[in-house]
Every structure is written in C-alpha cells, then in structure tokens.
C-alpha cells in the first residue's frame, strides 16, 4: 500500500509546489512509482510538468462529480511518475462540496481507489487551510512542512500545526508530520543561517537534515515542464532534492543508509 504525503504550508512562495514536484521526480527517477496530485487550484504543478490544466479532467472531476480517480492519471515525462493534474475550477469546490456528508473525506475516499498503484502519493497543497487542504490532511498519512530560510519563516507556522493538531483529534488520527524542509536556502546570508539554526532550537528532531538551496536551475526546469531531476541532474537543486528523496526514503525504511551517507547528506546541505 503506497504512502500518502501531504505537502503543506498556507504561507505562500515557500518552495511547496517545487517540493512536490522535485521529490515526486526524483522519487520516480529511484524507481519508486510514484503520483502527484495537484490540489492547488493554482494548478502550477500541473503545467510544471509540462500538462495544460484546461486540456484535461483534473481533480475536480474527481471530489465534484465523482469521476473515478484512475481516469484522470496521466503519465509525465519522468520515469515512474504520474500526475492528477488541477484546474482553477478547483476554487468553487470548497463551496460546493460545503453541503456534502462526510465533505473533508472526499480525497479520502477518492485516493483510497488508486494508492494500492503506487509507492508514494504525493498532494501538493494550496496555500490555505481551507476544505481542500483539510481533505488533503485527511487523506494523507503524513505531512511535509516546507519553511523559507528568511526572516518570516516561522510566520503563521502556528496556525498551520494548530489545523494539524485538529485534524489528528477530528478527522484522521494516523496522520503524522513527516518533517520540517528548510527550502531557499541562501549560503551567503547570515540571516539564512540564523533561521536554520532557530527553526533547529524551536522543532529539533523533526526538521529534515537535508535543506534546499537557492538555486537558479530549480527556478527554470518548471518553464520546461520539467522536474529538476530531469532538466539538469547534476544542478545543486537536483542534487538537494535526490537527497532529500533519500531522507525520505530512509526515513521510511525503505532503502539502506549508513551512518556515513547520512552525515553526508548533512554536509553536503550546508
């Protein structure tokens, strides 16, 4: 049964769609099949990965008008991965799906229909903590907290672990946090430094050792269609998220890691 991750953040521009769409690529590219599910109605994972989010059914079908899940997989370019792409209708859902029994189950009960098809199920988030969000805390098994190595890091980081705490007591008891990714990571900034180190103090063991650099390539491959892994595997961004799959892997006792290549990994982040 394949693993359902959530990745999560209602503050914007901190690297979340790059996360899914990265670790989605690199996890397809280690041979881990794999789906993403775009359930941001901003659909930038979808055309990050080179799909027209108005040139096929997409996740809305999916929670509005009960189309089975399997009919809206679509192959990407990169090996072992596939995608449920999104579409800007995806905003009405909230309001229509307001009225509907068991209305935060509903991608719940959708994903449950395909998981046993993957390794990881991958669901890239919008940046909100509103009902699509809560379905995707809902079905998920965990969550991954992508944080901005700047000044407002932890800025409404509390309102977000509150919803999860929420939704562990109400709505899905199995769910658990996977870990804190510190993304945009800029070596040359002492400030940058100060935020990894206070994020470290604050969340301690469950802050991944891998971090994510600034990295100019990261910010081009989307403009290909492209996941890093596939657009450059030997840029720093492509080396960070191939990491950080690693970190997830292992994390899951789903490879073998020494105690060397972990402390590698580290050393290599920073």
Known sequence: MGKIIAIANQKGGVGKTTTAINLSGCLGVLEYKTLIVDADPQ????????????????????????????????????????????????????????NLPNREHMLKFALEKIRDQYDFIIIDCSPSLGLITVNSLTAADS???????????????????????????????????????????????????QVVEEVKMHFQEIVFDTVIHRNTTLGEAPSYGESIIMHDASSKGSINYLNFAREILQKNDMTNMTNEDKSNIFSDEL
Do not use: F, W
């Open 43 to 98: 659909a930038n994972a979808t055309s990050g990965l080179g799909l027209d989010p108005s040139s096929s059914k997409n996740i809305y079908d999916c929670l509005i008008n009960d189309v089975d899940p399997s009919d809206l997989i679509i192959k990407t370019e990169t090996p072992n991965l596939d995608i449920i792409p999104s579409h800007i209708d995806l905003v009405g859902a909230e309001l229509e799906m307001i």
């Open 143 to 193: 969550v991954i907290i992508p944080v901005q190595c700047e000044y407002y890091a932890l800025e409404g980081l509390g309102k977000l672990l509150n919803t999860i705490k929420i939704v562990q007591g109400r709505l899905n008891t199995e769910l658990a946090i996977e870990g804190i990714l510190l993304t945009m990571y800029d070596t040359r900034l002492r400030l940058a430094n």
